[in-house]
C-alpha cells in the first residue's frame, strides 16, 4: 500500500520548485494532490502532468494572501474530499538589510509568506477537527534559526511560520492535528537559477558555486530531497511527530566553521 493511499492533500505553491516536487511526490505515493498556485496555468501543467503519470491532481489559481479567496477554494475542496494534509510551500523571497527594505518591502513579504501560511491554515483547521484529525507541514528556513546576510524581511517571515508552526501545534494536540515545519538551506530550483540570471550576468556558473559551497555538504539540497521528507512527516510513519522543526540544511546550522 503507498504511503499516502487514499489521502487528500492541499499543497500551496504547488505548481513549481520544492512544491511541485512535494505535489508529484504525493501523489505518487497515493494522494488526490490540489494544487494551488498564483498562476493558474502552471498549476494545470503540473497536475496535468501528475496526471499523466498516473496521479491524481487538480488544480486552483489562488492568491494565499487573499483570505476570502484561500478560503473559497478550500471549501470547495472540502465539499467533494474529507482534507487530510496541508502543505504550506507558498512564499517569496527577498534580498535586502533592514535599511534596504521599504515599508512595501516587508508589508509584501508578510502578506505572502506570513499572511498566507496562516490563511492556509486557518482555512483548512476546522475541517481537520471536523474529520477527526490531520496533518499541517509548514515550509520555514535556516534563517528561523541563524542569521544570514542581506536576508532581513525574509528572516522575520521565516521566523514567523516556525512559531506559528509551534503554536499550531500545541494548540490543536486535543484534535489530532500535527504540526511541523520543514528549514531547508539553499535548495537548488529554478528561482535559484532566475535569481542568479538577473543578478550575476555571466557570472551564474561562478556565483553558484560559492553559494553551493556555503552548506558544509557541499552544494544545495534539491527539491526532491525536501519532498522525501516531507512525505515521511505527513504520512502515519511520523504520527509520534508534532511540533517540531526540521533542517534540511547540508550541516549548515550545526556545522559551519
Not at 542569521?147 to 494536540?173: H, Q, W
Amino acid at each position: 500500500m503507498k504511503r499516502l493511499e487514499n489521502k487528500t492533500a492541499i499543497v500551496t505553491g504547488g505548481a513549481s520548485g520544492i512544491g511541485l516536487a512535494i505535489s508529484q511526490r504525493f501523489a505518487a505515493e497515493g494522494a488526490h494532490v490540489h494544487l494551488l498556485d498564483l498562476k493558474l496555468n502552471e498549476a494545470e501543467a503540473a497536475a496535468a502532468t501528475i496526471r499523466s503519470e498516473g496521479g491524481l491532481a487538480t488544480a486552483y489559481g489562488c492568491d494565499v494572501s487573499d483570505q476570502p479567496q484561500v478560503a473559497n477554494v478550500v471549501q470547495a475542496i472540502h465539499s467533494q474530499h474529507v482534507v487530510n494534509i496541508l502543505v504550506c510551500n507558498a512564499g517569496i523571497g527577498f534580498v535586502g538589510n533592514l535599511e534596504k527594505t521599504t515599508e512595501e518591502d516587508l508589508d509584501r513579504m508578510y502578506r505572502v509568506n506570513v499572511k498566507g501560511v496562516y490563511n492556509s491554515m486557518h482555512a483548512v483547521v476546522p475541517f481537520f477537527k471536523q474529520n477527526g484529525g490531520g496533518v499541517i507541514l509548514n515550509m520555514a528556513s535556516i534563517v528561523a534559526s541563524v542569521g544570514i546576510p542581506d536576508r532581513f524581511a525574509y528572516s522575520m517571515t521565516k521566523g514567523a511560520v516556525l512559531t506559528m508552526t509551534l503554536s499550531v501545534a500545541v494548540d490543536y494536540l486535543a484534535d489530532n492535528i500535527r504540526c511541523n515545519c520543514i528549514s531547508p538551506a539553499r535548495i537548488h530550483t529554478p528561482f535559484v537559477d532566475g535569481f542568479l540570471a538577473k543578478n550575476y550576468p555571466g557570472q551564474e556558473a561562478e556565483v553558484f558555486a560559492k553559494l553551493a559551497k556555503t552548506q558544509p555538504i557541499g552544494r544545495m539540497g534539491t527539491s526532491e530531497e525536501v519532498a522525501g521528507l516531507a512525505i515521511y512527516l505527513c504520512s502515519d510513519e511520523a504520527a509520534f511527530i508534532t511540533g517540531c522543526d526540521f533542517p534540511l540544511d547540508g550541516g549548515f546550522i550545526k556545522l559551519r566553521p
